[in-house]
């Protein structure tokens, strides 16, 4: 049996269910690129139902806690203050969607084991930076204006991230 859902509506399967039945849902997934005017024209992209995050490398460190409820500071090992160089029409053709190949990994909520990347092109921002406090500073007006060279970028699941950039400038 094939069904197709509505937008914002229920499909209620009925059916004695045995040993070896299968359900196999497909979403639309695409590439869809939100522009916020009231940040500063700042920019998130989302594939299907999931908004993304700059990929950044992590580096733990214990802190205190216990043993057995440890407590840990995470902190960035690559550069995250990246603004996206997106082409304006269609922004989204300037993403590339990269699907893992193989089983999904036991635990797929770290950027190493994301199962779906998104290859973008980023500009590094100097002066975007961190503040005394060790948090990132306020989001730049968009569109900013670069002479640096575009370098690659990857964007993961942002349930995939401890450290978070989803609002690109």
Known sequence: MKLKAQP??????EQTWKDGD????????????HRWEKNKNAVSVDY????????????????GGSSEFPAYEVFPTTPWNYGLVLDEKPPTTSFKVVK????????????????????????????WALESNGMIGEVQESPVRLDMPAEDVALIPIGCTRLRISAFP
């Open 8 to 13: 914002l509506c229920w499909i209620v399967l």
């Open 22 to 33: 299968i359900i196999r849902l497909e979403l639309p997934m695409r590439v869809r690129v």
């Open 48 to 63: 299907g139902p999931l908004t993304y995050s700059l990929k950044i490398g992590e580096r733990w460190k214990s802190y």
């Open 100 to 127: 893992r190949s193989g089983p999904l990994a036991s635990q797929p909520f770290t950027p190493e084991n994301a199962p779906i990347e998104l290859q973008a092109k980023g500009k590094r921002i100097s002066r």
